[in-house]
């Protein structure tokens, strides 16, 4: 089996599971922050509704640079509502899963680099890349998320099992 197809069930499913998430932010809290020093919740959901894109940027450039020397850094998107955060992960997600569906072994197990000022900020294979900084990292800030939502008294999806606001599994 190739790699990309041993990865696409996962992919899949953590997608899945992130829009169910995604689905619960109301568009009257993007402006509420746990604390000062965390991210509000629209720029939170604006964040994990961007990551898949950058799946696809893995796959099709050897590095990224997010302050490129004499280049504009790197932004995310301003998403302003509930719509505008689903529309641009459901845009990203089929991109990413294309992507991903189409990569060889090879191009899997190239070294791909994450840059900041032309400097380094690591170098892995893009398998790596793909689990750590794409899905893992949407993981880490879906829960993230999911907090958010219990502070707010607002239902938390059933992710990996039953939640407390959703029975079953």
Excluded at 34 to 61: F, N, Q, R, V, Y
Excluded at 86 to 103: H, N, Y
């Amino acid at each position: 089996m190739a790699i990309s197809q041993g990865l696409l069930g996962e992919f899949d499913h953590e997608m899945a599971n992130t829009r169910k998430s995604l689905e619960r932010v109301p568009d009257g809290k993007f402006d509420w922050k746990p604390h000062t020093k965390s991210m509000s919740m629209g720029a939170l959901a604006t964040h994990i509704a961007s990551i898949p894109h950058w799946g696809k940027l893995t796959l099709e450039t050897p590095s990224f640079d997010v302050n490129p020397p004499g280049g504009p850094q790197a932004r995310q998107p301003e998403l302003k509502s509930k719509s505008e955060v689903l529309a641009f992960f459901d845009k990203s997600v089929p991109e990413a899963r294309a992507a991903i569906a189409a990569a060889s072994d090879q191009a899997l197990t190239t070294q791909w680099s994450l840059l900041n000022g032309g400097k380094t900020v690591f170098t892995m294979p893009r398998i790596g890349v793909l689990r750590a900084m794409i899905m893992n990292h949407m993981i880490h800030h879906r829960a993230q998320l999911g907090v958010y939502l219990r502070l707010n008294d607002l239902p938390v999806p059933s992710i990996y099992g039953p939640s407390a606001d959703e029975g079953g599994m």
